[in-house]
């Protein structure tokens, strides 16, 4: 089955510093790849997704993730975060096997605390 | 609003008795998913239906376990006889066709007492 890992569990930073979380997966096949969001109080909401074409995805907010096939992975990135982006942050994946067509495997969520 | 919309948002109930979580999708959204999320954990696939059929029953824990969908609309998921490892935030999500983006609902979360 695909598995969906996501290493940091709780993020720290001030604002204005970068931001970088890490998103591997196992299946070697086709895949769609998404980044969600969850601010408190609020349910899960799209912040970006790449289904083909240039591996490097822009979302809302100023974020972005490039997806490195060779090394299953999916990292998101922000070059300047703000308190606003204190959320919980998670990883999803889909892929192209045709018993588990349509399900989104996901990663256990990283929180993102950012100091003001 | 034109979101996925779930009910009722909390559910307290006593061990052993059963629940019907609903799920209203995006209108016009043919494909329909139900995950859980226990604490400290990440979501995890119960069901997904395309159209009033369920192709993908693989993530139902147990067979007290079961989701039926009217048409393209709404979707309700029971769970008999509850036990206290039931206690979760159940999801819904919708995506216009199966392997397109899914849009979450806000939740139902169960807690068994």
């Known amino acids: 089955a695909q598995s969906v890992s996501q290493h940091n569990h709780h993020v720290i930073l001030s604002e204005a510093a970068s931001l970088e979380l890490g998103c591997n997966y196992s299946?070697?096949?086709?895949?769609?790849l998404f980044w969600y969001v969850q601010y408190p109080g609020q349910h899960l909401q799209l912040l970006l997704k790449?289904?083909?074409?240039?591996?490097l995805v822009k979302g809302i907010k100023g974020f972005e993730a490039e997806f490195i096939k060779s090394k299953f992975s999916f990292n998101l990135r922000k070059p300047s975060v703000q308190w606003s982006d204190t959320a919980e942050y998670f990883c999803a994946v889909n892929d192209d096997r045709g018993s588990t067509l349509g399900r989104l495997y996901f990663g256990r969520g990283t929180q993102l605390t950012v100091w003001p | 609003g034109a979101g996925v919309s779930q009910s009722p948002s909390n559910k307290v109930t006593e061990k052993g008795k059963d629940v019907e979580l609903r799920c209203d999708p995006i209108s016009g959204h043919t494909a329909l998913y139900w995950y859980r999320q226990r604490l400290g954990q990440g979501l995890e696939f119960l069901i997904y239906?395309?159209?009033?059929?369920?192709?993908?029953k693989s993530g139902l824990p147990s067979d007290r376990f079961s989701a039926e969908r009217t048409g393209e609309s709404v979707s309700t998921l029971t769970i008999q006889r509850t036990q206290q490892e039931d206690s979760a935030v159940y999801l819904c999500?919708?995506?216009?066709?199966?392997?397109?983006?899914?849009?979450f609902g806000p939740g139902t979360r169960l807690l068994v007492l």
């Open positions: 790449y289904f083909s074409g240039d591996p």
């Open positions: 999500a919708s995506s216009l066709r199966y392997q397109e983006t899914q849009y």
């Open positions: 239906f395309q159209g009033n059929s369920a192709p993908d």
């Open positions: 299946y070697g096949g086709t895949v769609n």
